[in-house]
């Protein structure tokens, strides 16, 4: 089995910085991209950034430049981050994070997909 956690949401100021982690760990082989993707209320959910095993990274625009994505990892846990500076009102929403691997428990390529946290920032 394999399980994403997120943890770091929260409520936060216009304006304000919040970083958001992703630990992913379990029956994992090997993880190629892990990423972060948002949902408002109403909304679709959209890309916000990701991030490969060649630390190649990748921004949607609304956050580029505001938003880093990183990663680590610590004996078998996974783990990427968020760190988001400059915050909006029209940042609020939930953070899923997602792993792309291979598992020593599941055939083929895999995606996996973390609950998500609330972020919200008020104006």
């Known amino acids: 089995q394999v399980q994403l956690v997120e943890s770091g949401g929260g409520l936060v100021q216009s304006g304000g910085s919040l970083r958001v982690s992703c630990a992913a760990s379990?029956?994992?082989?090997?993880?190629?991209?892990m990423g972060w993707y948002r949902q408002a209320p109403g909304k679709e959910r959209e890309l916000v950034a990701t991030?490969?095993?060649?630390?190649?990274?990748?921004?949607a625009d609304s956050v580029k430049g505001r938003f880093t994505i990183s990663r680590s990892r610590d004996g078998a846990t996974n783990t990427v981050y968020l760190q988001m500076g400059s915050l909006q009102p029209e940042d609020t929403a939930v953070y899923s994070c997602?792993?792309?691997?291979?598992?020593?428990?599941?055939?083929?390529?895999?995606?996996?997909w973390g609950p998500g946290t609330q972020v919200t920032v008020s104006s």
């Open positions: 991030i490969s095993s060649g630390d190649n990274t990748d921004y």
């Open positions: 997602t792993a792309h691997l291979t598992s020593t428990d599941y055939p083929g390529f895999l995606e996996f």
């Open positions: 379990g029956a994992i082989f090997a993880i190629f991209k």
